[in-house]
Antibody, heavy 121, light 111 residues
């Protein structure tokens, strides 16, 4: 059974960089696309971006200037960096696997449990 | 403001049939598949419907999806108390450089 687990600091200061890692277990990170999705407290879902295990990426245009998603296939992990954060970036951050499409569809079959990141000084 | 528009709330009594709508445009629902997610309180979303009307293994056939033009609907028949959750529609949007877009979510209450 594939499992995803997000990890990283739960508190980030304004203007700093948010860094999270998603560790994939029970399956290989290869041959799939992987996304980051976030959900502000009490609000809806927002897609951040996806990456293919080979390293190719596609980001939400609204966040593109601040986002970097990368992969470490040797550790079966992929990571998210979001720079210049503000309070508006406070959210539960999820990592998820694309089931069978090439990244250009929201067919997320496995999700991490989510991790709350709060942006505050 | 979400790209896809859903009613913020819906309700029904046990055994009833309820539908949740999702309205988009030609660049998303009108030209791409629609997906539906169920999010129980405090948990990650779960894929409920893919490619407009397909159910992943394990999803009861009480859940069904449909699409027409730039709108889609999720129907839940034989409503149960455990169906009380937030429901989100999603699609790929071809505008800009392409992106996944979600609806704002519909909170379903089982009365």
């Amino acid at each position: 059974q594939v499992q995803l687990q997000e990890s990283g600091p739960g508190l980030v200061k304004p203007s700093e960089t948010l860094s999270l890692t998603c560790t994939v277990s029970g399956g290989s990170i290869s041959s799939y696309n992987w996304s980051w999705i976030r959900q502000p407290p009490g609000k809806g879902l927002e897609w951040i971006g996806y990456m293919y295990y080979s390293g190719s990426t596609n980001y939400n245009p609204s966040l593109k200037s601040r986002v970097t998603i990368s992969v470490d296939t040797s550790k079966n992990q992929f990571s998210l960096k979001l720079s210049s954060v503000t309070a508006a970036d406070t959210a539960v951050y999820y990592c998820a696997r694309h089931w069978f499409c090439g990244g250009d569809c929201p067919d997320f079959d496995y999700w991490g449990q989510g991790t709350l990141v709060t942006v505050s000084s | 403001q979400s790209v896809l528009t859903q009613p913020p709330s819906a309700s029904g009594t046990p055994g009833q049939r309820v539908t949740i709508s999702c309205s988009g445009s030609s660049s998303n629902i009108g030209s791409n598949f629609v997906y539906w997610y169920q999010q129980l309180p405090g948990t990650a979303p779960k894929l409920l419907i893919y490619r407009n009307n397909q159910r992943p293994s394990g999803v009861p056939d009480r859940f069904s999806g449909s699409k027409s033009g730039t709108s889609a609907s999720l129907a839940i028949s034989g409503l149960r108390s455990e169906d009380e959750a937030d429901y989100y529609c999603a699609a790929w949007d071809d505008s800009l450089s392409g992106r996944v877009v979600f609806g704002g979510g519909t909170k379903l209450t089982v009365l």
